[in-house]
């Protein structure tokens, strides 16, 4: 009886925690994208007439520069100090380079509105690889090489699937989770030289599988895991992280908004320094 209320009360506990924790980010993030967008869609909306107005002066210049041949010393001495040619090529160039860095931006913004949704009330229609690619793109930058150890490789294989009725936040916060201990993983295994040779693999399938359930499988070829910590994954406040790396929610709470928020199933497949596989099924 005693373990039995003991394990109602650390479900209450983590529920509660991630209700709290998924209401900070969403609130968060979603300020963060706010601030972002207006600045962004005011250089985004002047970048095109800038080009044009660039492009008329520049018109005027190769005007001067044919109908003039002796121009005054001083403006001579101007375009020469100035590489006039060189900033008439370049100039349209970096504007390009700007609109495109901006449009990458606006495309972030609008990956964490989407990727900090807070509609914990009433399930909706959601394409489950809108989420996946979201939180993909929030992590684009813990893909990257860093020093030695190479760039993570990202590798999807995407059915077709319906929209499933869902918690968008909450399943962002499970992709989130998974995706980010396979990146943990992935780094552990290159600093204990199991994988210099090897590329570093972050593999995401998704599939119709039984009838009415969906599955997306998010695998590494990382540092594993031993049977025993397999059969701990899940439960409360355990981790194998260091202190102040893992808090032993992150699986906790991912599991508990798939299988007690969403009724579907999570599993996990590992072999120690071969990889693992995370399952998440969930009924449309």
């Known amino acids: 009886m005693v373990t039995e209320r003991t394990t109602g009360l650390q479900k ?3 529920q509660l925690v991630q209700q709290e924790k998924l209401s900070m980010l969403g609130q968060l993030v979603a300020g963060v994208a706010h601030e972002m967008n207006n600045p962004i869609s005011c250089i985004i909306s002047n970048i095109h007439p800038a080009q044009e107005y660039i492009a008329d002066l ?3 210049l190769q005007l001067c520069q044919e109908n003039y041949s002796q121009l005054p010393p001083v403006i001579q001495n101007a375009i020469a100090q100035t590489d006039l040619d060189f900033l008439l090529e370049d100039l349209p160039k970096l504007l390009n ?3 495109v860095s901006t449009e990458r931006i606006k495309e972030i913004s ?9 509609d914990t009330s009433v399930k909706v229609k959601f394409d489950l690889h809108e989420g996946l ?3 993909l793109l929030i992590l684009r930058h813990r893909f990257k090489g860093l020093g030695q150890r190479p760039e993570i490789k990202v590798v999807r294989k995407y059915a077709s699937l319906p929209k499933v009725e869902c918690y968008p936040g909450q399943l962002n916060q499970v992709f989130m989770n998974l995706i980010a201990n396979a990146v943990d993983a992935l780094e552990d295994v290159w600093q204990q030289g199991k994988r210099v040779n090897d590329s570093l693999a972050i593999n995401i399938f998704t599939e119709m599988s039984s009838p009415g359930y969906v599955t997306i499988r998010i695998a590494d070829n990382g540092i594993g895991m031993t049977d025993e910590v397999r059969q701990e994954i899940f439960n409360y406040l355990f981790t194998t992280k260091t202190v102040g790396k893992g808090t032993g929610l992150g699986l906790a709470i991912a599991y508990q908004i798939v299988v007690e928020k969403h009724g579907g199933a999570m599993k996990v497949n590992s072999i120690l320094n071969q990889g ?3 399952a998440i099924m969930l009924p449309l």
């Open 12 to 14: 209450a506990q983590v």
């Open 58 to 60: 520049t018109h005027v």
């Open 97 to 99: 380079s700007m609109q």
């Open 110 to 118: 609008v990956s964490l509105r989407n990727f900090a949704r807070t």
């Open 133 to 135: 690619e979201d939180t």
């Open 276 to 278: 693992t596989e995370f």
